[in-house]
């Protein structure tokens, strides 16, 4: 279960988003040998973010590079969790901060890209880099890791007679996943 509002404002060239407020939550009972004493697990958050994004063409740095922009995302994030299990007997003995403990996370991150997309070309090729987590994070935690890692993509738009065919393939966490599925995705839109 997960809920969030968030205001969303967008130029062509910035973008800012505030999320005020999203609290996503999930549970889960596990049945063990004992049926009357089940396991709990629960993961809960309450978060608050900034995102601001801008991009922008290199063609005035260096002349000759008119199809290539460059981009910057920072985000801003503060959150608090709880990530644990527990049993009926922990709820009647124990205080709830010692089989759930609150913790608390702040990040400043920023991620660059880089896109070329050839002007005039019929299927509007699009090619892009980045790299992603460069910044300060408060803790690190497996169940919001932060670590730093690189992508790609490539996309074309193919010319059709009503509305616009987008298909691309994005390459992801191309450091840390391990298996050669885990780093690609393949998209569709119509």
């Excluded at 130029?11 to 396991?39: C, G, I, K, M, W």
């Excluded at 000759?64 to 959150?79: A, F, M, P, W």
């Excluded at 009503?162 to 119509?190: H, K, M, N, P």
Aim: aromatic fraction near 12%; include cysteine; charge should be negative.
């Amino acid at each position: 279960m997960e809920k969030n509002p968030s205001l969303i404002f967008s130029t062509q060239f910035f973008q800012a988003s505030f999320l005020p407020y999203r609290v996503p939550y999930a549970s889960e009972v596990h049945n063990p040998d004992n049926p009357d004493n089940p396991v709990i697990a629960v993961h809960a958050a309450i978060e608050h973010a900034f995102e601001f994004s801008t991009e922008s063409s290199v063609v005035g740095l260096f002349h000759g590079c008119r199809d290539v922009s460059v981009g910057l995302k920072l985000r801003i994030l503060e959150r608090k969790y709880v990530h644990g299990t527990f049993s009926l007997i922990d709820v009647a003995t124990k205080e709830s901060v010692d089989y759930l403990p609150v913790r608390k996370q702040n990040t400043v991150l920023v991620d660059p890209s880089i896109a070329w997309v050839p002007a005039g070309d019929p299927w509007h090729l699009r090619m892009s880099l980045t790299a992603k987590n460069l910044g300060y994070s408060s803790s690190s935690a497996f169940e919001y890791p932060d670590y730093f890692d690189v992508g790609g993509g490539i996309g074309v738009s193919p010319p059709v007679a009503i509305g616009t065919l987008q298909v691309g393939v994005d390459f992801v966490d191309l450091i840390e996943a391990s298996r050669i599925q885990d780093r690609l995705r393949l998209g569709v839109s119509y």
